[in-house]
C-alpha cells in the first residue's frame, strides 16, 4: 500500500554497474569498472547529522571497482573493492566492497545477488539483472 510506497521513494536504491573482465584460467577472471549509485537513504542520514535539509544531490555515489571472479558451472562468485569519486557522504570512508553471486539464466543474461558494505559495515544488499556481451 501507501506505506510501502513511500518506504521505497524514502530509502529505495538503485545501481548501475558496467565492468570488463580479463580471463586468466576457465574458473576465474579479474576485472574492473564503474559504478553509479543513488541512495536514497543519504539524504535522511545527512539531515539527521546536520540538519541541513534534504538534498537531493546527496543520493548519488560514484566509484570505480575492481574485482575478481571464481566460475563454478554456471554460478559466478564476485569480491569487488572500490573507490568512490563522487561522494558527498564522507561517514562511510571512500572505499566500498561488493561480494555477491551471479547466475546464468542463459548464455548472456544473468541474474545477481551482492551485499555493498563499507569496511566491515554492510549497507545494503542488491538484486537485478545483468548482460554479458
Not at 103 to 110: E, G, M, S, V
Amino acid at each position: 500500500g501507501l506505506q510501502s510506497a513511500h518506504g521505497l521513494l524514502m530509502y529505495g536504491v538503485s545501481t548501475l554497474a558496467v565492468s570488463r573482465q580479463f580471463t586468466l584460467s576457465h574458473k576465474s577472471r579479474l576485472g574492473g569498472g564503474v559504478d553509479v549509485f543513488y541512495d536514497r537513504t543519504l539524504p535522511w542520514k545527512l539531515n539527521g547529522l546536520y540538519n541541513e535539509g534534504l538534498k537531493e544531490s546527496t543520493a548519488w555515489r560514484a566509484g570505480i571497482h575492481a574485482g575478481y571472479e571464481l566460475t563454478a558451472g554456471r554460478v559466478i562468485m564476485l569480491f569487488q573493492n572500490g573507490v568512490y569519486l563522487l561522494d558527498n557522504y564522507d561517514e562511510d570512508g571512500f572505499i566500498y566492497t561488493k561480494i555477491g553471486v551471479e547466475y546464468f539464466i542463459t548464455k548472456n543474461l544473468l541474474g545477481c545477488f551482492h551485499l555493498k558494505s563499507h569496511f566491515a559495515k554492510a549497507d545494503f544488499f542488491e538484486y537485478g539483472l545483468g548482460y554479458q556481451f
